[in-house]
């Protein structure tokens, strides 16, 4: 199941929300609990992800893509990325390639203030140390 991605990049923020919905906020494939998140600048934060996004960079498997004046990057599987994550598409539950799929477009259909909106509307917990002054 190809990934119908929105208009926004996914990048670092999306990322950090797409990751932390599919483990904080489900249990699909027993992944909750995966990261542990704080809250943060834009709310959920893992450093373990960061750490490992970082990690996968140098071992080649994805790029941080600036092409078309991105101003956070765009993460981009290389050859070897998506060769391996068509491999990691096999193992997992069609329902599962579905919610990932699903979580991936939600938050690249999202702009900047609405992703946050709703994330914190779900998890205020995670809102307490925002630096985000958009409209609630």
Same mark, same amino acid.
């Given at each position: 199941?190809?990934?119908? *991605?929105?208009?926004?990049?996914? *990048?670092?923020?999306?990322?950090?929300?797409?990751?932390?919905?599919?483990?904080?906020?489900?249990?699909?494939?027993?992944?909750?609990?995966?990261?542990?998140?704080?809250?943060?600048?834009?709310?959920?934060?893992?450093?373990?992800?960061?750490? *490992?996004?970082?990690?996968?960079?140098?071992?080649?498997?994805?790029?941080?893509?600036?092409?078309?004046?991105?101003?956070?990057?765009?993460?981009?599987?290389?050859?070897?990325?998506?060769?391996?994550?068509?491999?990691?598409?096999?193992?997992?539950?069609?329902?599962?390639?579905?919610?990932?799929?699903?979580?991936?477009?939600?938050?690249?259909?999202?702009?900047?203030?609405?992703?946050?909106?709703?994330?914190?509307?779900?998890?205020?917990?995670?809102?307490?140390?925002?630096?985000?002054?958009?409209?609630?």
């Amino acid at each position: 199941m190809a990934s119908k *991605d929105g208009p926004h990049p996914f *990048d670092r923020i999306r990322m950090q929300k797409a990751v932390f919905l599919v483990t904080q906020g489900t249990r699909a494939a027993n992944w909750a609990g995966s990261y542990e998140y704080q809250p943060y600048n834009w709310g959920p934060y893992s450093t373990q992800l960061s750490e *490992d996004l970082a990690n996968w960079q140098r071992q080649g498997v994805m790029v941080l893509s600036f092409a078309g004046g991105v101003r956070y990057g765009r993460y981009v599987l290389t050859r070897d990325g998506s060769r391996l994550a068509r491999e990691l598409m096999a193992s997992v539950s069609p329902n599962t390639l579905r919610l990932l799929t699903e979580v991936r477009s939600w938050v690249t259909s999202k702009d900047f203030n609405r992703l946050l909106r709703e994330v914190y509307e779900e998890f205020p917990g995670y809102a307490t140390k925002s630096r985000w002054s958009g409209p609630r």
